[in-house]
């Protein structure tokens, strides 16, 4: 069974960091891309930032570009936030396109206050 399992979130203030965490079961971890999407209330899930098999290529949404880092190793797949804002404030999931379908984690909580 494909599990993510989220961890890192919190509570911090305007201009902090925050390290999220991934770990990734069920499948072949390396063989495959992975995400960071988030979901702020009353909003839409919305992609963040990717990283190719290797590691090698990462792409970010235009709102957290040279703020946030994502990074992958055997064990699972990271997401360092810095200068965090309020309107970074939803819950964050990893996920990956698995045999046809985009498996999701259960996500972990980011609160930004200002």
């Known amino acids: 069974e494909v599990q993510f399992v989220e961890s890192g979130g919190g509570l911090v203030q305007s201009g902090g960091s925050l390290r999220l965490s991934c770990a990734a079961s069920g499948f072949t971890f390396n063989d495959y891309g992975m995400s960071w999407y988030r979901q702020a209330p009353g909003k839409e899930r919305e992609w963040v930032a990717g990283i190719s098999m290797s590691g090698g290529i990462t792409n970010y949404a235009d709102s957290v570009k040279g703020r946030f880092t994502i990074s992958r190793d055997i064990n699972g797949v990271y997401l360092a936030m810095n200068s965090l804002k309020p309107e970074d404030t939803a819950v964050y999931y990893c996920?990956?396109?698995?045999?046809?379908?985009?498996?999701w984690g259960q996500g972990t909580q980011v609160t930004v206050s200002s």
């Open positions: 996920s990956a396109q698995v045999s046809g379908q985009r498996r």
